[in-house]
């Protein structure tokens, strides 16, 4: 029997492609899948088509949600087709990955509200010119229940029941939907209607993902390859990034303040942040990671190049290098910003003549209340001009206060004017 003939070395090209699209994933499925289509596409000169489904369940976005974006942009970057779907249909049924219970529905109002705000900050990520963007109302509405029927059919109850969540709820009696079991088939058939190579998606979305394939091969077509991405911790270090936390920096926060969060991350988050929010390499973040290990890059400093860099991703170099330097200029040098709000006493906080500063700081929003504001001045958070204010009950006369500076917490900065 002839010798089968040796399989050609995979060109040191794609390899690089294949390590940088495996930077920072968690689940690259099955092994060895999408290194073979890699190579198939420089073979046929054909590019993959990278799917990411996104339900617009809110109007606003975080650097958590970009992390799945960023890696679809990587796609881009290599030539391949970039498909995004706005899942409007799921969108009205509710993804109940990670839920403990049925989501709440949303009225298509509020679903084409958030749609419509969700692409416009993707495209601080995404080259829209060259992004495939559909709603998956566009097959999914016109379904007849006949389809509907053979896509149920492609799929067990006893194959749902392995997902945690709905495993955890049926094990305490908790109700589950059948409307929830459609969410992993029709988003399965969003892979169908694209016809996709490779899924991208968070961790949560394993499960998801996988139907993908199962359907896809029910339906007669080669299952897509899947890569799932980290949930992003936020800025606390401890919990994932959500606006529910408040340890969240939005895509749209203003330059100084996204600089200013990012700074205030933990040093073991600064490699994570390089490595899912910049679409740095996998040369650049070894260098980065051995440099930090090593002593030779300062944690401070690696951390004001990452504010920098994402700052310029979602403005431009000029407005981070102008976050940088305000920040410098309040932190590293101890000075105050160069510009700040002013505003006067207002008539409401006088009483006798004389001013209590918690309240002052409420009706100023320097505090959401006078008992947080009380907490505040407490724990040595509040200074006035230079001075740590340290009575929460002392009173001020007006001209004590005129001209000058209120500080809050580390980035907080307000000047009394006169009336």
């Not at 509907?148 to 029941?161: D, F, Y």
């Not at 919990?239 to 749209?252: R, W």
């Not at 003549?353 to 209340?369: C, E, H, N, T």
Request: aromatic share 6%.
């Amino acid at each position: 029997m002839d010798e089968a003939a040796p399989t050609p070395p995979i060109p040191n090209e794609i390899l690089e492609e294949y390590q940088d699209l495996g930077t920072g994933t968690v689940d690259v499925l099955p092994a060895d899948d999408l290194l073979q289509r890699l190579v198939w596409a420089r073979q046929q000169g054909r590019p993959l088509r990278a799917k990411l489904g996104v339900d617009p369940t809110a109007p606003d976005i975080h650097l958590g949600h970009t992390v799945v974006l960023r890696k679809l942009a990587q796609f881009q970057q290599y030539g391949h087709t970039a498909v995004l779907i706005i899942g409007d249909y799921t969108a009205k049924v509710g993804d109940p990955s990670g839920r403990s219970k049925l989501r709440p529905r949303l009225t298509e109002e509020e679903i084409n509200v958030n749609a419509t705000t969700y692409v416009e900050q993707a495209a601080k990520v995404l080259d829209m010119e060259r992004v495939e963007l559909v709603r998956n109302s566009e097959w999914l509405s016109p379904l007849r229940m006949d389809e509907v029927l053979r896509l149920t059919a492609s799929t067990t109850v006893a194959r749902m029941l392995e997902r945690d969540d709905f495993a955890s709820r049926y094990s305490k009696n908790e109700p589950i939907s059948m409307l929830e079991f459609m969410y992993p088939l029709l988003q399965g058939y969003d892979s169908v209607a694209v016809k996709a190579d490779v899924e991208l998606g968070g961790t949560d979305q394993k499960f998801n993902l996988l139907m993908g394939r199962n359907i896809m091969d029910a339906y007669g077509l080669l299952p897509q390859s899947i890569m799932t991405v980290p949930l992003l911790v936020g800025t606390d270090g401890s919990m994932k990034m959500s606006k529910t936390y408040g340890n969240y920096i939005g895509v749209n926060d203003a330059p100084e303040d996204m600089f200013g969060k990012v700074m205030s991350i933990p040093d073991e988050l600064m490699v994570v942040y390089w490595t899912l929010l910049t679409g740095a390499g996998h040369r650049e973040v070894e260098s980065i990671a051995h440099r930090v290990e090593e002593g030779s890059y300062h944690p401070a400093e690696c951390k004001r190049d990452l504010a920098e860099r994402i700052v310029t991703l979602y403005y431009d170099a000029a407005a981070a290098a102008g976050a940088r330097a305000a920040f410098d200029r309040v932190f590293k040098d101890r000075n105050r910003p160069a510009e700040m709000p002013e505003a006067a006493i207002p008539a409401e906080c006088m009483k006798d003549g004389r001013v209590w500063l918690p309240r002052l700081m409420v009706d100023l929003k320097l505090a959401s209340s006078k008992g947080e504001a009380r907490r505040l001045i407490q724990q040595g958070g509040v200074k006035l001009e230079d001075t740590v204010v340290a009575n929460a009950d002392l009173e001020y006369l007006p001209e004590d206060l005129v001209g000058r500076v209120i500080q809050v917490g580390k980035r907080r900065f307000l000047r009394i004017s006169g009336a």
